[in-house]
């Protein structure tokens, strides 16, 4: 169980439709809430981009 009022921060890197996609996916699980979702940021020396969530599970 997850301690309430607690988050969980999750860093997704790679192509930008990809992790975009992934996001939207992550965050439309059940018992899934998205507390924070950043925009993409771009990786320095390569075209990778990172995206952070900060999501609040409702049971592990």
């Known amino acids: ?3 309430p009022g607690r988050t ?3 860093r997704l890197e790679g192509a ?3 992790i ?7 965050t439309g699980l ?3 809430r998205a507390v924070r979702r ?4 771009p ?4 075209s990778r981009v990172r ?6 599970p409702a049971d592990l």
């Open 8 to 10: 969980i921060r999750v």
């Open 20 to 26: 975009a996609a992934l996001a939207d996916r992550i």
């Open 38 to 41: 950043t925009g993409l940021y």
């Open 30 to 32: 059940p018992g899934m």
């Open 16 to 18: 930008p439709g990809d």
């Open 1 to 3: 169980m997850v301690t």
């Open 51 to 56: 995206l952070y969530l900060d999501l609040a």
């Open 43 to 46: 990786n320095r020396g390569d």
